[in-house]
Each structure stands twice: as C-alpha cells, then as structure tokens.
C-alpha cells in the first residue's frame, strides 16, 4: 500500500499497476518523534503525517507534493528514516497550461519509472485508460432542501469533521480543501497520461497554484449554494489564515474559521466551534418531545459543565430564577453533576420529576446523564449575558481551561465568536498556577493585584515560560502584588487580542470564574477603555443561557 496526501497525486497510475492507495489523515495523540525530527513550528499537519508513517507498518511508501517547505522537510525525513521504502516527492506545477502539463507529465513518467524500479511491476497505459472510463464523474454541489447545508473551504478537512456534520443532519454541499471534490479525470484517447495530468492539474485550484485559475470568484460562486461556510485550516500554515481574512471581507454567507493540529485532543474544541457554528445559523436540529413537570409550575434545569466548576440554574416559564448553584469539577464531570443536581433541588425545594426539560451546556455538557438536550457554551453565554444585561454586545468569558470572545445581536443572538486554542493562558488554570508560585490563595490575587505600586510586563503568555518568569521575579524580590498586578495586565492583553478578532462593541461583560478576581477585571477595563458588566455570580451565566433554551424547547414542542 501507498499513502498519499494531495489531489494533484497521481493515484490512479499506481491503481492500474495494481497498488492499493491510501490518503493520509492523521489522527494522532503527540507529535513524540516529529519535535525530535523536525522543526517544532513545522505545521502539525506534516508532523502528524510523520507520527502516522513511523508508527505504521501498511505502508510501503509514501507519494509527496511539493505543496510547501514542511512537506518537503517531511520527505527528507521520510527518505532518512525509510530508506527500505519508495518515498517519493513530485514537483507540482504551479501553472496549468499546456506548458505545465507537459511538465508534469514529464515527472509523473520519471515517477512510474522510479517506482517499476522499486517494485518490479509495469505501468500500462491501456490499463490506466480503462480505469479512467470507469470512474469518470463530473465535480458537483450537492445541497439539499429542508436542510442546513454546510460548505467546506481552505485545508484538507479531516474526516471527523464531517463525521461531526452529518451527525447533526447537516448537509456537506461541497468540500472545496485539498482532497474534497471528486476528482477530475480526463480522457484523450491518442494520449492518454498527457490527457489524464490535464486533468489533474484542472482540479479546484489549491492555494498554489496560478492566480489565473481564479480559486477566489469559485470560492464565492460555491459559496452560493450553502447557507453557512467552513474555513479550515492547519496550525502553522499561514497561507491558508491570508486567505480566510481576505474571504472574510467580501463574503456575505456566515463563516466559522476552525484551526486544527491533527490531534485527537483537538476534537472537544472542533465540536464546541461546529456545533456553536451550527446554533448560530438559527437551523436546529429537530428535538425531542417535551416532559411535563409534576407541579403547576413549569420549571427547567440549565446545567453548565466546566473544567473548574460545574453550575446550575432553575427558572420557571416567567424566566424567573428559582435557585443557582456551583460546585468544584471533579475528577469525573458525571459525579459533579450528579452532586449539583442534588443541590440545587434542595435549594429550589423541588424533586426532580418536578424539572420539565434540562438543557447541558459547557464542555462536559455530552457527560451529564440526565440532561435531555445539550447546547453549546458559547450559544448558552450569548443567551444568558442577553438575559442579565439586554445591552451587552461583546462578551469576554474567561474559564478554568479557555477563554472566549462573542459577539451579540440587540436580539442576543451569537453574530460570531472566537476561541483561544488548546492553550491555559489566560485562564483560570493559569491564575492558579501563578496563585500557587506566590503562595496565596487564587482568591486573594486579585485583591492582591489591586495594592501593586509597580508596574511590572509579565513577557510570556505561555503559562508555563511565565510561571518561570514568575519564579525569577520572586527571586528577585519583586513584591508579590506588582508580580500579580503583572499578571492581570497580561492576561488584559491577552483578552484583548481576542476582542480585537470578534469585533469590539459596547457595552461589555465578562463571565466565567475569572471574573470575579477584581485584579483582571480592572486591567481589562484599562486595557478595552470601557466598564465591564458583571453579573452577580459570574459563574452560571451559561446555565442561565441553558435554561432559556430549556424553555424555548418547552414552548416550541
């Protein structure tokens, strides 16, 4: 078996000598030998790749194009390390001319040679042209009606995304990435591989190939048929990022920008974005029947399940609050959950088959066992900020494990959002960690941080450099509450660059633990030059929102 990772290889050439072809998807859980490989800022895409190929055994080489400098770093590696093996790297074209398909030719001939060499079987043409005659198709959109229907735009977009898509009955009306048409096979029958390489290099352009080829006006022609756009692109490549912010100007169709790195820990944050993508386009998914409570008085439950605490909220069907409550994250979201249910209905005086819907929120929201429905967090922050403060524009919500800008309608619905990636900077994790440098309770930072009489730049936002830069400080006798002020005023930049990414409008509120450290709050307000809104418990503003959308349920089942 070869593995492949690009639509400009040529797959079908080894398919009619007989080789079975697989395109590469890494799904890795560590880039463990890639960082000792390669570069660490090689693009986790081409470290993934690397992860999967030494770990496996199926595959007998690799076919590589020269698409950017990572994928060739990786075929040195590649060859390095796999020199029993065919690794072989074509020089792609940039043009599509006759010129550049001549060219082509020419080195997918060079390759056929290499690989008989390698292999000892032969290529024959008559085979490769009867293969084409069976599988040519033409690319198409396929949208659905009485569905939403998604598009797919930048990098290769695993299959997990989709995975996640087509759970939710949402409708992939095309995937336009590195691998995602169908490919584009032609047939000229007095020269067949010179027909089949046009071909090739007649695809949906990728972002190298020539700006002739007119890949932007095809982007927005696609773009037409879906009622909502997803960018995907890799970590570290920026090629990809440029073209998102140019889309992102003259598009008119709602777009969600989602990063990955090709890990398997990145899936909770690809849910939470797709799905919160998914909220904000107005098409749910259809639920399920509605339970009755077992008193006069409708009530419902939001349950919002984070990785520092886990809180609830019960409202009757006048949106009146009955009772809130917050407890510690365990080691198991389920336990935590189970522990607050039993609070909170202690507090509201009331039996759980009082309770007519519960709606989870948070990232735990899949693990709570008795929730009839789940939202995503950051659709249930928008609701619950709209509800405390009808005003609110912009929400800054800092948690235990990450931190968010959303942008609100004057109807409080979500216009867009941003997320910080897979990083404890910022967050409530990071305070605690400092708390601990310090040896000071996380709950007196803040007050701490309001006493500092020096201003001191905390340079690093990697929690784990700046809890270095922490501990230097402290050896040289820097006061505590400058070190803590410094802190805040990074976490205050921080924060502000996400703002900066959603769009900044008044008024503003901040939810999440964090915002109760008055430290932070204070060097955000300095930082964006206007007040933060803060609700009286900060903490279930997102349990709130899951009420709301517990009643909403409630009146439209």
Known sequence: MLGYICKYAPIEVFEAMGVQMKRMEPEVTSFNQADILMHPNICSFAKGLLEEALSSDEYEGVILTTCCDSIRRLYDVLKEQWSDKFIYILDTPRVTKDAGVMLYEKRIRDMIHAYEQFSNKTFDEDKLKQLIKDRQQAEEIKRKENVLNIGIVGARANDSMKKILEERGVNVAFDVTCTGLVRKLLLEEDNVLFGYTRGLLSQFPCMRMEEASNRDQLIKDYADSADGIIYHTV??????????????????????????????????????????????????????????????????????????????????????MKAFAVVRTG????????????????????????????????????????????????????????YFNPKIRTILDIG???????????????????????????????????????????????????????????????????ESEVIS?????????????????????????????????????????????????????????????????????????????????????
């Open 235 to 320: 970590q570290f490549c920026d090629n990809y990022s440029y073209e998102y912010a140019w889309l992102k100007e003259v598009m008119t169709k709602p777009m969600l920008l989602l990063e990955t790195d090709y890990t398997k820990q990145s899936y909770g944050q690809i849910l939470t974005r797709i799905e919160a993508f998914l909220e904000s386009l107005n098409k749910n998914i259809v639920k399920p029947k509605k339970r009755l409570g077992g008193q006069g008085t409708m009530y419902v439950m939001g349950v919002d399940s984070g990785s520092t605490s886990t809180n609830a909220v019960i409202m009757d069907q006048d949106r009146n």
């Open 331 to 386: 080691a198991k979201s389920g336990e935590s959950a189970n522990k607050i249910l039993k609070e909170i209905l202690d507090k509201a005086g009331l039996k759980r088959e009082d309770i007519a819907w519960i709606v989870s929120t948070g990232y735990g929201r899949v693990s709570i066992p008795f929730a009839d429905e789940t939202v995503t967090e950051i659709s249930c922050h928008g609701r619950g900020a709209h």
């Open 400 to 466: 235990g494990q990450d931190s968010k800008g959303i942008k609100l309608s004057e109807e409080g619905e979500v216009i867009d959002f941003v997320m910080n990636d897979k990083c404890a900077a910022g967050t409530g994790r990071f305070l605690e960690m400092i708390a601990r440098s310090l040896e000071i309770e996380i709950q007196d930072l803040g007050p701490i941080a309001l006493q500092s009489t020096e201003d001191i730049e905390i340079t690093s936002m990697c929690s784990v450099f700046a």
């Open 473 to 557: 400080l402290i050896a040289n006798n820097k006061e505590k509450a400058d070190i803590a002020n410094g802190i805040c005023r990074s976490i205050a930049n921080k924060s502000y660059s996400l703002l900066k990414r959603v769009g900044m409008e008044g008024d503003y509120m901040m939810t999440g633990g964090v915002a109760k450290n008055e430290g932070v709050v204070r060097a955000v307000e300095e930082k964006i030059g206007a007040k933060l809104y803060i609700c009286p418990e900060p903490e279930i503003v997102g349990a709130t929102g899951a009420c709301l959308y517990a009643l909403d349920h409630m009146k439209e089942s």
